[in-house]
């Protein structure tokens, strides 16, 4: 028989912890075919989350958790996940229910046609502001563009073959990108449609200034495109330069120079802003490289089972 692992990140998840235990254990008896794995991965909440996890762990043999030091992440989470799991196919989940577990059975589905990878794609994104759907497609629109991959409407959410999680794991960084990282690595992948749903407790983690960090970490992450738009801002820079010079000339001539000349001011203040923007762009992965010099470990393990 084969075994799926699941892993569930977990962050402050005290009240759906156990629902979603009961809903994909409700679900797994459904689907008969295959042994689970349920990996539970504590980043360091601080509420009964890791508690409620090794009570799971010692009623069900199936179940194992790891508790962090701190909170290192989502992103530590689900590579310790994948570390853990050892499931013929492991499938990246959320623990509030947004995800529904009924999708795994399609996933499963399209894995056994050989497809290496199967992606959960969102087909509504539930209810959010209006605000936050315009940044969050503003980002994956730009991301998609970055690094030549298609991350409308993708997730967390996915199952991966074996080999898919093994080539994950060779990885040595530390500042990962996971949804992007499992289109980089290739393989044979496919996509399943759902529907997000409501959570069953407890509130989302994502502010909008965390949904911001989150952005602009994984777009320096991943990409050096940043890096290109130093250059685009210089031309656009001598342009308006060039511009502003043959006014100035024209101006002179027609004997209708401004003393202080006003468009002088403009250009010295759009080029300190580039400037600064471009020093900013190159700081932010001159500390990238420093971070991953140092090379501390991606999470530390308080406690397992």
Not at 177 to 202: D, I, M, P
Not at 203 to 226: C, D, G, Q
Not at 297 to 305: A, G, L, Q, T
Request: net charge negative; glycine share 8%.
């Amino acid at each position: 028989m084969k075994k799926i692992s699941v892993v569930v990140p977990c962050y402050n998840e005290e009240e759906t912890i156990e629902s979603f235990y009961n809903a994909i254990c409700a679900f797994w008896n459904q689907m008969g075919d295959y042994e689970p794995e349920y990996i539970f991965i504590d980043d360091g909440s601080k509420d009964k989350t890791c508690e409620l996890a090794m009570q799971l762990a010692k009623r069900d043999e199936h179940v194992r958790y790891t508790s962090f030091s701190r909170n290192f992440g989502k992103e530590a989470a689900v590579f310790c996940g994948l570390k853990q799991a050892t499931g013929d196919a492991v499938v990246v989940i959320d623990a509030d229910l947004q995800h529904p577990v009924e999708t795994i059975k399609d996933m499963a589905m399209k894995w056994e046609e050989g497809y290496d990878i199967v992606e959960g794609m969102k087909s509504t994104r539930g209810k959010e502001s209006a605000t936050h759907g315009f940044f969050a497609g503003l980002f994956y629109k730009l991301i998609s563009s970055m690094i030549g991959f298609d991350m409308n409407n993708s997730s967390d959410f996915k199952l991966m073959d074996r080999r898919v999680v093994d080539t994950l794991n060779t990885l040595t960084e530390k500042d990962t990108f996971f949804r992007a990282l499992s289109y980089w690595v290739g393989f044979k992948s496919t996509y399943v449609e759902y529907e997000v749903h409501e959570r069953v407790g407890g509130e989302s983690k994502w502010s909008s200034l965390s949904l911001i960090k989150y952005a602009v970490r994984n777009l320096t992450s991943f990409t050096y495109a940043p890096l290109h738009i130093i250059a685009y801002l210089g031309i656009i820079i001598i342009m308006l330069g060039i511009g502003l010079g043959i006014d100035a000339v024209i101006s002179y001539a027609h004997g209708n120079a401004i003393g202080g000349y006003p468009s002088l001011v403009i250009l010295i203040v759009l080029a300190t802003g580039a400037i600064m923007t471009s020093l900013g762009i190159i700081a932010l992965y001159i500390s990238k490289m420093y971070e991953e010099l140092k090379n501390r470990p991606r999470y530390i393990v308080r406690d397992h089972n």
